[in-house]
Nanobody
């Protein structure tokens, strides 16, 4: 089970930190990712972090603004979101996968998803 939290309403240029707590699985074995889904759109890749020596992958739209990290001792993956823009508004989902990181820009390659947390960027 994955439980995401930390979303909310923030002004443009602001920051949020999303968290995703995993339970019922061996968290350290899984590659983890964040995706977002805006109304009427498909779930889109945001960032992934692999299970071993940290490697990261980011969507071009968030590079330099968002940072993904994980704490295996706490079974938690984070998404630090800085310099937020109105176009970042979406529901953000965390997911986990045992598949190689190279295929994890595609939502269907994740095994489990959290319930999502709403991020709204508006003045």
């Amino acid at each position: 089970q994955l439980q995401a939290s930390g979303g909310g309403l923030v002004q443009p240029g602001g920051s949020l930190r999303l968290s995703c707590l995993a339970s019922g699985l061996t968290f350290s074995n899984y590659n983890m990712g964040w995706f977002c889904q805006a109304p009427g759109k498909e779930r889109e890749f945001v960032a992934t972090i692999n299970w071993g020596v940290p490697n990261f992958d980011y969507a071009d739209s968030v590079k330099g603004r968002f940072t993904i990290s994980r704490d295996n001792a706490k079974n938690t993956v984070y998404l630090q979101m800085n310099s937020l823009k109105p176009e970042d508004t979406a529901i953000y989902y965390c997911g986990c996968s045992l598949l190689p990181a190279k295929v994890l820009r595609t939502a269907r390659n994740f095994h489990y998803w959290g319930q999502g947390t709403q991020v709204t960027v508006s003045s």
